[in-house]
């Protein structure tokens, strides 16, 4: 069950986060969100699989060319899972890199909580 739950994670961040046609992502999140899935990072909440569909839209759509890339594989941990990512333009370092991390029910994502790493106040 636990390779099943961390495919589901690597499928978010490729094919729907990662994904920048809207129909095809809204079939992804349809397979692997749970109806009344929510979302939550620095920005609030979003709840449903359509404020999925829109925020991973909003997302791409604010960072043209950019993908993600897994940093390892995802962890779980019965119902929670994690994976570390990277974002940012293809062939070069990141520019932002974060971790999602899931709560499952019934073989599904329930909640997605996105942590964004912040630079160090040292780095310049």
Not at 19 to 45: H, L, M, N, P, W
Request: proline share 6%.
């Amino acid at each position: 069950m636990h390779d099943t739950l961390g495919h589901l994670m690597e499928r978010n961040l490729f094919e729907v986060f990662g994904e920048r046609d809207s129909v095809r992502r809204q079939v992804v999140i349809r397979e692997i969100y749970a109806e009344a899935c929510a979302f939550f990072d620095d920005q609030g909440q979003s709840t449903g699989r359509d404020a999925v569909n829109a925020t991973a839209g909003r997302i791409l759509e604010e960072h043209p060319g950019f993908v993600f890339r897994a940093v390892g594989r995802p962890q779980v941990n019965h119902d929670l899972g994690r994976l570390q990512w990277q974002f940012g333009p293809p062939d070069s370092p990141p520019v932002v890199t974060g971790m999602d991390v899931a709560v499952f029910q019934q073989g599904r994502i329930q909640a997605l909580y996105v942590f964004l790493d912040k630079p160090s106040e040292d780095q310049s």
